[in-house]
């Protein structure tokens, strides 16, 4: 598939959905590139409770467990155990803040303010073209189609564990 056909697919796709796009495509860039460390795994641990959190409470304390990741990607500094990683890397701190940015910032740029849909959409298409550049395949967008912005002011309708497994399984990106 085309980035220019799937990104048409992806345009009516809730905030949950195309964070959980952004999320396979940062996983798999990190596996490129060879990013591993203990603070990269509490990262995707994280964001992949996401689409299970939807009372209030779950959701607050979930967020409050953020982690150092998900805050450089608010525009925190770099954490100190993956800036001595950097160096040994092909990528330098700000392409890295770019590429961690993208899925954090599909969900907490929305989390506390109206939802913006074009915002939202341009994190999403910056994930997919570093994808199309990496050579990656995208992910199946099928499985994200029961999850529109047009529902729940944008997040999607609630979804099961199980389903929010299938994402996390079927919907990696290679």
Do not use: C
């Not at 590139?33 to 959190?53: C, M, N, R, S, T």
């Not at 990741?69 to 993956?82: H, N, Q």
Request: net charge negative; charged share 30%.
């Amino acid at each position: 598939m085309t980035l220019t056909t799937f990104l048409e697919k992806a345009r009516p796709l809730s905030l949950t959905a195309r964070a959980s796009i952004a999320l396979h495509i940062t996983e798999a860039y990190f596996r490129k590139i060879g990013l591993k460390h203990a603070l990269v795994d509490e990262f995707f641990e994280h964001l992949w409770q996401h689409p299970l959190k939807t009372e209030p409470k779950e959701f607050s304390l979930w967020e409050s467990e953020r982690g150092d990741l998900v805050d450089f990607g608010l525009t925190d500094d770099l954490p100190d155990d993956l800036d001595e990683l950097l160096p040994q890397l092909p990528i330098d701190e700000a392409q890295l803040f770019a590429v961690v940015e993208a899925p954090v910032e599909i969900l907490w740029g929305n989390f506390f303010s109206d939802n913006d849909d074009e915002t939202a959409f341009d994190y999403l298409q910056f994930s997919l073209n570093l994808a199309e550049k990496e050579g990656f395949i995208f992910p199946k967008i099928e499985l994200y189609a029961d999850s529109l912005f047009a529902d729940n002011n944008g997040w999607g309708n609630p979804i099961s564990e199980h389903t929010r497994d299938l994402w996390r399984t079927e919907g990696k990106v290679s």
